[in-house]
């Protein structure tokens, strides 16, 4: 992709990638080694939920957010599938409510007890088949609390209203299995990606195909909404099999409105979009890295910002909600990535340097919260609405100063800077006085002072001289 690109102002352009400290990381838990094209990974403000390697069924542990470290070996699971579990997603309205779908051609609900699981847990709260094939993907509707879709290897798209326990809908509009599901902002729409390399907006409700599109010089693997813009973006391959992305006009498909190859590398890219700060962020799975880019309605639509790297490959990636950010760190977006061969799940922090004396109202504009604007039988009606939106200003905490420990881990880290700097290199001693004088200083005075009492030393030299 090509970097060189006019100059545009933004209040993002110096957002910086920070990876967690060891202490809060989640260490020994023993990633899936599946190779299907998911993340495996889900998390809410109250838990972390991460598929594991198992036999005989498939499992998945879900960890309090706040007990990080290393897990134990022996700590509960939810293991009440028969087969391996392909996808897990929180509920966006109830942070105790999960999702799950398995190979055993079920789509499950799981409702957490608060401060996690004691014992291993085998009875879901519901138990949802209507799919012949295996299950592979599932997606909580945005702004309805008792709406769940679930896609199956048998290209159905399946409407479930979870008040009754039934399916409502069967979306039978693709020739092969779906790879990715997008909402619009308000629900009303589904944007799809399929095997057969088509995208496709469906309304949501109905399932009625209202486009359909096929580029040869740009095959889709992944799409996303973006936001309000009445444009979706996606990922996929060029004809050269190249990485690539492409912006869409949701309601002329014809053609995309720009395409952007990315590199030659071949894991799946996956996009992930934050309407809030209109911040794309594009992570390949295998990959180190994690671009990110400012996303607009005008051209050229996608403005380059940066790049977090890492020597890590990525398995998986999951998403913090806004509302469980750290405001007063000024993050805005927030990754915990999978890493299978350490069996560890690492926290990344995108985060905006400011000092953060007051909230960042321009940084953090109303965001969707965890009230449904509609009940499942309103939308089943008709109706459409967006979020309900709410401020994350009730959650800002002025950062607190440096403590005690962490000018002891600076004083460290300044004494390992200064192992091995002699002083006195380069300096031309002119008597063995001089020299005394300087080594008794140097070896009784902390390292951060050693620079002004040299030259103090040197001067009395001279004087006495």
């Known amino acids: 992709m090509s970097w060189r690109s006019t100059y545009r102002s933004s209040k993002f352009r110096n957002v910086y990638g920070k990876v967690g400290q060891r202490e809060a990381c989640y260490e020994g838990i023993p990633i899936t080694r599946n190779v299907h094209d998911n993340h495996f990974c889900a998390v809410n403000p109250k838990f972390l939920a991460v598929v594991t390697e198992s036999s005989g069924g ?3 542990l879900v960890i309090p957010i706040y007990k990080v470290g290393r897990v134990d070996p022996h700590h509960p699971k939810i293991c009440g599938h028969q087969g391996n579990v392909l996808d897990i997603k929180w509920c966006p309205f109830r942070d105790n409510i999960i999702a799950s779908c398995s ?5 499950r609900i799981w409702e957490i007890p608060d401060g996690g699981l004691r014992r291993n847990m085998t009875e879901a709260q519901m138990v949802l088949i209507g799919h012949s094939r295996r299950v592979g993907l599932i997606e909580w509707h945005p ?6 879709y679930s896609a199956g290897y048998d290209g159905k798209i399946l409407l479930w209203n979870l008040e009754k326990g039934e ?7 693709h020739s092969d299995v779906v790879l990715c599901m997008s909402f619009s902002r308000d629900g009303s729409l589904l944007a799809t990606s399929c095997k057969d390399k088509k995208l496709r907006i469906i309304e949501a409700r109905s399932g009625r195909v209202l486009q359909e599109a096929y580029s040869k010089s740009h095959r889709v693997s992944r799409v996303v909404f973006l936001g309000n813009m ?17 912006v869409w006009d949701q309601e002329d498909l014809s053609v995309p409105i720009i395409e952007e190859e990315i590199d030659g590398l071949s894991g799946l890219l996956f996009p992930f979009y934050d309407a809030d700060t209109h911040m794309l ?11 990110y880019y400012e996303v607009s309605p005008e051209k050229p639509h996608l403005q380059y910002l940066m790049e977090f790297s890492s020597s890590a490959p990525q398995k998986g990636l999951g998403v913090m909600p806004k509302r469980g950010l750290d ?14 061969l350490k069996g560890l799940v690492e926290p990344i922090s995108m985060i905006v340097p400011r000092k953060a004396e007051i909230f960042q109202e321009d940084i953090y504009p109303m965001t969707s919260g965890a009230e449904p604007a509609l009940t499942t039988e309103e939308w089943l009606s008709g109706i459409d609405r967006g979020p309900v939106l709410v401020s994350l200003k009730e959650k800002y905490k002025q950062p607190k100063p440096a403590g005690p420990k962490a000018a002891k881990r600076e004083k460290k880290a300044l004494a390992k800077t200064m192992k091995g700097f002699d002083l006195l290199e380069n300096v031309s001693p002119k008597s ?18 050693n620079f002004i009492l040299l030259f103090l030393v040197l001067i009395m030299c001279d004087i006495s001289q």
């Open 167 to 173: 399916a409502v809908k069967m979306i039978d509009s």
């Open 432 to 449: 063995d006085n001089e020299v005394s004088f300087c080594h008794v200083f140097l070896r009784y005075t902390p390292t951060g002072l």
């Open 327 to 340: 405001v007063g760190e000024c993050e805005v977006f927030r990754f915990y990535k999978l890493i299978t």
């Open 58 to 60: 498939g499992s998945f």
């Open 143 to 148: 702004t309805c609390s008792g709406i769940l």
């Open 230 to 246: 009445k444009h979706v973006l996606t990922t996929g391959l060029s004809r050269w099999n190249t990485r690539q992305v492409a």
């Open 103 to 107: 190979e055993d051609c079920s789509v």
């Open 281 to 291: 962020y594009l992570a390949g799975k295998g990959d180190g890295n994690i671009r």
